[in-house]
């Protein structure tokens, strides 16, 4: 779906973290548009010298831990 390839571009845009383009879609795929604004917004609101190792890391590990609360599309 070219709105999901969309998303996923400019998720890992915004995170700069292009290589992991395939990744990304998958989230889109599997996860609501809201959440994932959420925590890209999150994530991008942090300064840079306060996460530990990439924002994009930072980003997954959110992701991850919003999974187990329910965010899921289906």
């Not at 996460?51 to 999974?67: E, H, P, S």
């Given at each position: 779906d070219p709105y999901e390839i969309r998303l996923a571009n400019e998720i890992a845009e915004t995170l700069n973290d292009r290589d992991s383009l395939a990744l990304h879609l998958q989230y889109v795929r599997k996860y609501k548009e809201e959440f994932l604004r959420k925590v890209l917004a999150k994530v991008m609101s942090i300064p840079e010298e306060?996460?530990?190792?990439?924002?994009?890391?930072?980003?997954?590990?959110?992701?991850?831990?919003?999974?187990s609360h329910g965010s899921a599309r289906h």
């Open positions: 306060k996460i530990r190792k990439t924002r994009a890391a930072l980003y997954v590990f959110l992701i991850n831990q919003g999974a």
